[in-house]
């Protein structure tokens, strides 16, 4: 079985500022191991995925996340956070062993204030 | 390139009746996912096809759904008997699958909002 926990329902961050949302992950094979987000009314956008190779990775509107394999984690971050970053946030992982379901955390809403 | 498109948007529908979503995958994209979103959870996993073979099936899958995808295109979701519970938003996506050249992301659409009265 293969499970996301993403411990916070919300992230509240000043504009400018770092922002981390935090995912780990339960999966018996290879992790893979993908960042969505999803906006009001729209479905949800691809913004960065770890399959293998360098730990860090990065995506869209530059968002980046650092897979740390002992930790079982898979945190998103970016250097500076934007108010048009609000949106809900999503961790998902898929066991690259075995079938191509992805299985998604709970959600993470970013609030970036002014 | 046109993204993954889903309809209807939004359906309403009364306890008991069936009710069928179309999903059009991107044109090159080779596999196709059924997911189901409630309010306030993280999609869950439906349904995968690859071209018309449907290889995988989640427990969430009662046989009151049904899901078709007959020329590895465009494929339909239907569920019968509606119930309440079923109220949700329903999420298609694609891949692509080429051997060893797998692109892992799938795509979403932007979902069929289901309310079952």
């Known amino acids: 079985a293969q499970s996301v926990a993403q411990p916070e329902d919300q992230v509240n961050v000043a504009e400018g500022n770092p922002l981390t949302v935090k995912c780990t992950y339960s999966?018996?094979?290879?992790?893979?191991l993908f960042w969505y987000v999803q906006y009001p009314n729209r479905g949800l956008q691809f913004l960065l995925k770890?399959?293998?190779?360098?730990?860090l990775v990065k995506g869209s509107y530059g968002f980046e996340a650092e897979f740390n394999k002992s930790q079982t984690s898979f945190h998103l971050k970016k250097p500076s956070a934007l108010v048009s970053d609000s949106a809900l946030y999503f961790c998902?992982?898929?066991?690259?062993?075995?079938?191509?379901?992805?299985?998604f955390g709970g959600g993470t809403r970013l609030m970036v204030k002014p | 390139d046109t993204g993954v498109s889903q309809d209807p948007r939004h359906k309403i529908t009364k306890r008991g009746q069936n009710v069928t979503f179309r999903c059009d995958p991107i044109s090159e994209h080779n596999r196709l996912y059924w997911y189901r979103q409630t309010l306030g959870q993280g999609p869950e996993f439906l349904t995968y096809f690859q071209n018309e073979a449907q290889l995988e099936k989640s427990r969430l899958l009662s046989d009151r759904f049904s899901a078709e995808r007959p020329k590895g295109s465009f494929s339909t979701l239907e569920i019968q008997r509606t119930e309440q519970g079923d109220s949700a938003m329903y999420l298609c996506a694609s891949s692509s699958w080429r051997g060893l050249a797998e692109s892992y992301e799938q795509y979403f659409g932007p979902g069929t909002r289901l309310t079952v009265t």
């Open positions: 998902a992982v898929r066991d690259g062993n075995a079938g191509n379901m992805l299985t």
């Open positions: 770890y399959i293998t190779g360098d730990n």
């Open positions: 999966v018996s094979g290879n992790p893979y």
